[in-house]
């Protein structure tokens, strides 16, 4: 157990690498293309560009510009965006970073718990009418886009219908930190809570549905039902178990993704200065410093994920641990 832990470390400590390294020569050293201009943005005058230079190494060789460039970046934290009046690009990230994850810790509770139960039900209630219709249910959900359910959910709330008993609750868009307003933060975010999860309960439902009618004939499952288990028993103990294997590898991406920056569309359209919506801003301004960290944060939440999912593959399923 300890050597599979410490390989995928090792691993991640790769991988993390190699990213940080492909990035800096996207961004910085592709062949005809000068990175002071990209970093001192449009129209700089030549005292920043020469200032640019000397600050980021780029008179120097390539390893020394990519060492200097995740020194500022990770350890002293100093890397500007000159896009942005020399705003530091380490600390926007960090005051939008809880914005997203708030965004994506609400809206995974809720596909989590919805496409449990959904996947469940159907598959106990395999070939009935409560399993098409909760399958046609999230294809219909999975079918929707984000920014459409968004609109239309800021249309029925926010204007349509605002004044009306039943949304009458429902803030104006933006964001309220949960240190200053709990009951705020909440109000703020349980309409794109519950935009944002739409998608992910109809896949995660019937992803979860065709894996337990899938393990239903498995010789375990067959073992249980002989031993005079009841079906519920089976079902939760052994054959959900089993599923949570898959289940687990999709949210782990899923979660790692969208706290990344990939909620950007949900973010985008209810007003929440996320990360997200900090990497369109940067993509519109071309700021290359900050799109960098953001490509960087998001890269590592995605490599940090997987190796959670590996480590959990050890818990959850004992073929995985014993091959390792």
Same mark, same amino acid.
């Given at each position: 157990?300890?050597? /599979?832990?410490?390989?995928?470390?090792?691993?991640? *400590?790769?991988?993390?690498?190699?990213?940080?390294?492909?990035?800096?020569?996207?961004?910085?050293?592709t062949p005809g293309a000068d990175p002071t201009a990209r970093i001192a943005g449009r129209?700089?005058?030549?005292?920043?560009?020469?200032? *640019?230079?000397?600050?980021? $190494?780029?008179?120097? &060789?390539?390893?020394?510009?990519?060492?200097?460039?995740?020194?500022?970046?990770?350890?002293?934290?100093?890397?500007?965006?000159?896009?942005? =009046?020399?705003?530091?690009? @380490?600390?926007?990230?960090?005051? /939008?970073?809880?914005?997203?994850?708030?965004?994506?810790?609400?809206?995974?509770?809720?596909?989590?718990?919805?496409?449990?139960?959904?996947?469940?039900?159907?598959?106990?209630?395999? $070939?009935?009418?409560?399993?098409?219709?909760?399958?046609?249910?999230?294809? @219909?959900?999975?079918?929707? &886009? *984000?920014?459409?359910?968004?609109?239309?959910?800021?249309?029925?709330?926010?204007?349509?219908?605002?004044?009306?008993?039943?949304?009458?609750?429902?803030?104006?868009?933006?964001?309220?930190p949960l240190t200053e307003n709990p009951w705020g933060w909440f109000k703020a975010l349980?309409? &794109?809570?519950?935009?944002? /999860?739409?998608?992910?309960?109809?896949?995660?439902?019937?992803?979860?549905?065709?894996?337990?009618?899938?393990?239903?004939?498995?010789?375990?499952?067959?073992?249980? =039902?002989?031993? $005079?288990?009841?079906?519920?028993?089976?079902?939760?103990?052994?054959?959900?178990?089993?599923?949570?294997?898959?289940? @687990?590898?999709?949210?782990?991406?899923?979660?790692?993704?969208?706290?990344?920056?990939?909620?950007?569309?949900?973010?985008?359209?209810?007003?929440?200065?996320?990360?997200?919506?900090?990497?369109?801003?940067?993509?519109?301004?071309?700021?290359?410093?900050?799109?960098?960290?953001? *490509?960087?944060?998001?890269?590592?939440?995605?490599?940090?994920?997987?190796?959670?999912?590996?480590?959990?593959?050890?818990?959850?399923?004992?073929?995985?641990?014993?091959?390792?």
């Amino acid at each position: 157990m300890m050597i /599979a832990l410490l390989r995928r470390l090792g691993q991640t *400590v790769f991988v993390l690498f190699g990213i940080s390294a492909l990035v800096f020569l996207v961004f910085f050293a592709t062949p005809g293309a000068d990175p002071t201009a990209r970093i001192a943005g449009r129209n700089a005058s030549p005292q920043t560009m020469e200032k *640019v230079r000397q600050e980021y $190494g780029f008179d120097r &060789p390539l390893p020394v510009q990519y060492a200097t460039m995740m020194k500022k970046l990770f350890i002293t934290q100093d890397l500007a965006s000159y896009v942005d =009046r020399g705003e530091l690009v @380490v600390p926007e990230i960090a005051r /939008a970073a809880p914005v997203t994850v708030s965004l994506v810790c609400g809206a995974a509770v809720i596909w989590v718990v919805l496409s449990i139960a959904m996947g469940t039900l159907a598959a106990a209630l395999k $070939g009935t009418w409560t399993d098409r219709s909760l399958m046609m249910l999230g294809l @219909v959900g999975i079918s929707m &886009p *984000v920014f459409w359910l968004g609109q239309v959910a800021n249309l029925i709330t926010q204007s349509r219908y605002h004044d009306t008993w039943l949304f009458s609750w429902v803030p104006g868009l933006g964001y309220v930190p949960l240190t200053e307003n709990p009951w705020g933060w909440f109000k703020a975010l349980v309409i &794109p809570w519950i935009v944002l /999860a739409v998608m992910f309960i109809g896949i995660y439902s019937r992803v979860l549905r065709a894996d337990l009618v899938a393990l239903s004939g498995e010789d375990f499952m067959r073992t249980a =039902r002989a031993k $005079g288990l009841s079906p519920t028993r089976i079902l939760l103990r052994h054959g959900l178990r089993t599923s949570m294997i898959t289940f @687990v590898s999709l949210f782990g991406l899923d979660f790692a993704q969208l706290v990344g920056g990939g909620a950007l569309l949900t973010e985008v359209v209810f007003g929440l200065p996320g990360v997200g919506r900090l990497t369109y801003q940067a993509l519109t301004n071309l700021d290359l410093p900050l799109i960098m960290a953001t *490509v960087m944060y998001s890269a590592v939440f995605v490599v940090l994920a997987n190796a959670v999912v590996d480590v959990l593959y050890l818990f959850l399923d004992p073929r995985v641990r014993d091959a390792r």
